[in-house]
């Protein structure tokens, strides 16, 4: 039998590894946000950073966006779109 792990969560409680993983959860959902990242460019449409080695970049009049390598230098990535677009994603 499982050990009675609980933790609690508001109006509801959970046990086990289910508790756990929900804490687990919690826990790095905050981190996320405290290094969320904001990108910006001529015509974009969306842009998501999260710390790797591309950015997606998404520009207006086209359907869809694609992923571009990206150079980091401290808080701030630039890169460019397959068109020659510059963008910058700056890290909060």
């Not at 046990?15 to 405290?34: D, I, K, Y």
Request: contains cysteine; hydrophobic residues 35%; glycine residues 14%.
């Amino acid at each position: 039998m499982e050990p009675a792990i609980l933790v609690p969560l508001g109006e509801f409680e959970m046990t086990g590894r289910l508790g756990l993983l929900a804490l687990f959860c919690a826990a790095l959902s905050g981190s996320a946000q405290a290094e969320a990242w904001t990108c910006s460019a001529k015509n974009m449409v969306s842009g998501n950073y999260d710390g790797g080695d591309t950015a997606y970049i998404h520009l207006s009049p086209y359907g869809r966006g694609n992923n571009y390598p990206v150079t980091r230098k401290g808080k701030t990535v630039t890169g460019r779109t397959s068109n020659g677009t510059p963008f910058v994603c700056k890290q909060q």
